[in-house]
């Protein structure tokens, strides 16, 4: 079946302005988590949903960091007030359950911040 | 929080060589740890993966094995081929909970021929 998708692959942004990148999981999968990775560097978690319940928001940056899961499937991204060091590729990934499945990742996208 | 260190951050071997790549993890109470391979331009993808109630699992030029006591977990890839370059994230989580895996910050391993 389908794997995870992501839009847009690529975007390109003023200082201060906002942006929302859209994930759409396996179907199915109940685990949905956001990772940022910076040229070069690792998966730095962002944000993890798990079924109906409420999210880990631990990993979010600032509060110009948002997400959204409606349905318990599409999740959508906010940045508010974009700052050049937000650009990064940022990856979705779901999984089956929780923690210790694997996880399946999108393709990314990769975020400019002029 | 869990902490997940790797080393080296970059690795460097000839084709047919051995490559080993190290994880130590600082919650005792992990017991998942997968490694995911991702080359360049593309999204990471999980090669194997590990629980804590075995101490060592292969798949073919692949093996990974555990120290829980130490805490430590490892990657060996052996015979090397130019296709294994890429960077390598070890992650750790604790099974049946809700936690989230953390990575390392990855190796980038190039495979000279």
Redesign the interface.
């Known amino acids: 079946g389908a794997g995870v998708s992501q839009s847009p692959s690529n975007k390109v942004t003023e200082k201060g302005k906002d942006v929302e990148l859209r994930c759409d999981p396996i179907s199915g999968h109940t685990a949905l ?1 956001w ?1 940022r990775q910076s040229l070069g ?3 730095e ?1 962002l944000i ?1 949903f ?1 079924g109906n ?1 409420a999210p ?1 928001k ?1 990993g979010l940056p600032s509060d110009r960091f948002s997400a959204e899961r409606t349905g318990g499937s599409v999740s959508t991204l906010t940045i508010q007030r974009t700052q050049q060091e937000d650009s990064a590729v940022y ?1 979705c990934a779901s999984s089956t359950s ?3 499945n ?2 399946f ?4 996208t990769r975020l400019t911040v002029l | ?1 869990e902490n997940v260190e ?1 080393h080296p951050s970059t690795l460097s071997v000839q084709e047919g060589d051995s490559a080993v790549i190290k994880c130590t993890y600082s919650d005792s109470a992990s ?2 740890f ?1 490694w995911y391979k991702q080359e360049l331009g ?5 090669i194997i ?1 590990i ?1 804590s109630n075995v101490g060592e699992k292969k798949d073919q030029r692949i093996a990974v094995t555990l120290n829980k006591t130490a805490k430590h977990f490892s990657l060996h890839i052996t015979e090397t081929q130019p296709e294994d370059s890429a960077v390598y ?1 070890c992650a750790a ?14 190796t980038q391993l190039t495979v000279l021929p």
């Open positions: 988590y990772y560097q690792g998966l978690f993890y798990q319940s880990d631990s990856l929780a923690g210790n694997e996880q990742f999108g393709p990314g | 929080g790797q017991n998942y997968p593309k999204r990471p993808q999980l993966d629980r994230f989580s604790i099974r049946g909970s809700a936690r989230q895996l953390t990575f390392g910050s990855g």
